[in-house]
């Protein structure tokens, strides 16, 4: 989302051609206490204090859900025209913040370690599915990262948990956008959507070779403001390349993208080969939009 001042200016997004807004204008946020300046706005107003959508506390992932929906059900009982939705989650960017019951779901998973288990079999899956060809070797853990095993037991609990915490956040993510699919198919929208699907950077290293913050106590954790689980969950986040966001190797700049579009675009069974750079989707948003200036 745009960056703007305390008002609304030409950089807020319905100033920039958007008709409903319900998100963040700054950066990351607190996912269950979204407070101003780093709070939701709806529309050109600040929303203090927002209520949960689901019944349950508030939680940024499921609010921007849902509001989409609503926004997309608005549009579809209404003038039925071509529609542009940009869902910009912020997941699962720092802080790190979850739902405990999901947390309990990746707990202990992580307690093999960033070494030979986790990374290396992400790796392994990665040249099965086709996604990395095998002449591309597995990169070294970055120089300085401590091995798994010179850890004593509390530090690997600790780190267990902010690499459980990380996983509830992709996970409710991924449930987020099953949702969303779901409504689709139901108005019978899905399959002439186009979806796209682009993170905007590779995994992020700040905070330290540990990571950041309160992550025991799940009160103070989710009054955090910029947790993170640390450059040696990084390394493993960017499998198989190396270093992070803020750097131009791959591990900063490649990313996860896809589009998916039943009507227009074939299943294959191949993997698409050929770099592509953001750059590549506006022209290709404005030929399916039929722009001409």
């Not at 509390?154 to 993510?173: F, P, Q, S």
């Not at 991924?174 to 699919?181: A, M, S, T, Y």
């Not at 992020?204 to 993170?228: L, Y």
């Amino acid at each position: 989302m745009a960056f703007g001042p305390t008002r609304p200016g030409l950089l807020w997004p319905l100033q920039r051609g958007f008709e409903k807004l319900y998100g963040l204008l700054d950066g990351a946020c607190r996912y269950f206490l979204s407070e101003h300046p780093r709070g939701i706005t709806e529309g050109n107003e600040p929303v203090d204090h927002p209520p949960g959508t689901r019944g349950e506390a508030f939680y940024t992932t499921d609010a921007f859900t849902d509001r989409a929906i609503d926004f997309l059900r608005e549009e579809s009982e209404g003038r039925r025209r071509p529609v542009f939705l940009y869902l910009a989650y912020t997941a699962p960017h720092w802080p790190l913040q979850a739902f405990e019951d999901d947390i309990a779901k990746y707990r202990s998973r992580y307690r093999v370690g960033w070494d030979l288990l986790v990374r290396t079999q992400r790796y392994e899956r990665q040249v099965a599915s086709g996604l990395i060809h095998p002449s591309l070797p597995l990169s070294p853990r970055t120089p300085g990262l401590p091995a798994w095993d010179t850890l004593d037991d509390a530090k690997k609990d600790e780190m267990d948990l902010k690499m459980a915490v990380y996983a509830a956040m992709v996970d409710r993510l991924d449930r987020n956008i099953g949702k969303l699919v779901t409504f689709l198919k139901a108005s019978g929208a899905y399959t002439n959507t186009m979806i796209l699907f682009l993170s905007d950077n590779g995994a992020c290293q700040e905070g330290g070779v540990f990571g950041r913050g309160e992550f025991r106590d799940p009160v103070k954790r989710n009054r955090e403001t910029a947790n993170s689980y640390g450059e040696a969950w990084a390394n493993v986040g960017n499998t198989p390349f190396r270093l992070y966001k803020h750097f131009l190797h791959e591990g900063g700049s490649a990313s996860p993208f896809f589009i998916h579009w039943p009507t227009r675009i074939a299943t294959r069974p191949d993997w698409y080969t050929e770099p592509a750079q953001v750059i590549d989707i506006l022209p290709t948003l404005l030929e399916v939009a039929g722009a001409t200036d």
